[in-house]
């Protein structure tokens, strides 16, 4: 792994970190958008500040690179989720334009920031970062966000969902999708909480699966190893 950060303290860092960027993406097989706070976690802070990042010219023709002529992978958790949506990158495979009607991650429905543990559905197996997943298996994960609710128009989620789009939905005891509160903290149509790109190369989820390791939660019981890390490597054996 090779972590590229961004140094914007003057125009020239600025470049010159989005010049390594876009070099280390030529170089890698796996871009990965990390969640985390920034621009004082306005509204969308971070999203608006990873997809400028992103739409640069060189950044835009490195990513074009990496999925349309190699094969690459992509993944963005929470902000990094909301990154790959406000780019394009989820639902449609590449930085776009958005047209009107497009999905979006706006407010939880609770009107504030939403941290624990809930559990997740794999509801396709499209992706790559499913590869050793079975369509029905839930896992737990934390959450933690304050915009994860998944808001589209009903015809936009229908065609996600016929194109098995949809990867994971917030779950409940019974392992079935459920809009209750506890479930899905959110209130994202549908109970989505992932969501890929139409050949699911490109994968966008709320919940950290990052955030998972031995020992660190020791008193809610379920399976907390989803394993799309370990599919993202094994896609490139």
Known sequence: VELVHLVNMTPQSSEDSIRRMAESIRNSQIVMIPGG????????????????????????????????????LMLGICNGFQALVKLGLVPYGRICELPEGAPTLTYNTIGRHVSKLVRTRVSSALSPWFSGSQVGDVHTMPVSHTEGRFVAPDKAIASLVRKGQIATQYADESGAPSMRIDVNPNGSK????????????????????????????????????????????????
């Open 37 to 72: 706070f920034s621009s004082g976690d306005e509204p969308e802070g971070s999203a608006k500040f990873i997809t400028a990042v992103f739409r640069n010219p060189r950044m835009k023709e490195a990513v074009t690179d990496l999925l349309e002529r190699r094969d690459g």
């Open 190 to 237: 549908l109970a989505v909480e992932g969501v890929t790109s139409p050949d699911g190369r490109v994968f966008g989820k709320m919940g950290h699966a990052e955030r998972v390791g031995k020992g660190l939660y020791k008193n809610v019981p379920g399976d907390y190893d989803n394993g799309i890390f370990r599919n993202g490597i094994n896609y490139f054996k």
